[in-house]
T-cell receptor, first 113, second 111 residues
């Protein structure tokens, strides 16, 4: 399975600021995903990021709030914009392998004050 | 009603016990069924990936899918303290990457 790293691993941010989370994979993958995991809730898909095309957002998530970049087949970023305390969560990237299994990165733990 | 229901626990068992973790679902279109293990402050780790109904075994882990009852299970034999983690079920319809996750069951295996 792919080895996935995320930066930063955690951060504490002020309300109204933005944070960009990086996801790096050790092999080329077509599909990368961004999820949110809030306490006591299930992992929720934010968007799918394919290289060379605009990200596809799920219901309830918009590009202005969560802009995503996918400049190549091993890297993606998710920005959480104009943050509020409700954005405090764990953000995870995942990749899909050739047999449609998804593997996750270690996550970024975000606290917004 | 959520598409996927999972008892959050915590479930506490003694070391060596057989653990049964379960999820129910409502969407009959689900074809792929996954179990992930998540240790505290770590990302989810894929344990089992099954397609359609039946059983799949991998070491001490057995995944079972009953599509007629819309019910999936993960059995852990000879449970160890190192199995203490949150276990997430996930499902997806055929031909799609859109995983739907349960909320996770927290398992504690007591030495």
């Amino acid at each position: 399975s792919a080895v996935i790293s995320q930066k930063p691993s955690r951060d504490i941010c002020q309300r109204g600021t933005s944070l960009t989370i990086q996801c790096q994979v050790d092999s080329q993958v077509t599909m990368m995903f961004w999820y949110r995991q809030q306490p006591g809730q299930s992992l929720t898909l934010i968007a799918t990021a394919n290289q060379g095309s605009e990200a596809t957002y799920e219901s309830g998530f918009v590009i202005d709030k969560f802009p995503i970049s996918r400049p190549n087949l091993t890297f993606s970023t998710l920005t959480v914009s104009n943050m509020s305390p409700e954005d405090s969560s764990i953000y995870l990237c995942s990749v899909e392998d050739s047999v449609n299994e998804q593997f996750f990165g270690p996550g970024t733990r975000l606290t917004v004050l | 009603q959520k598409e996927v229901e999972q008892d959050p626990g915590p479930l506490s068992v003694p070391e060596g016990a057989i653990v049964s973790l379960n999820c129910t679902y409502s969407n009959s279109a689900f074809q792929y069924f996954m179990w992930y293990r998540q240790y505290s402050r770590k990302g989810p780790e894929l344990l089992m990936y099954t397609y359609s109904s039946g059983n799949k075994e991998d070491g001490r882990f057995t995944a079972q899918v009953d599509k007629s009852s819309k019910y999936i299970s993960l059995f852990i034999r000879d449970s160890q303290p190192s199995d203490s983690a949150t276990y997430l079920c996930a499902m997806a319809p055929g031909g799609t990457y859109k995983y739907i996750f349960g909320t996770g069951t927290r398992l504690k295996v007591l030495a």
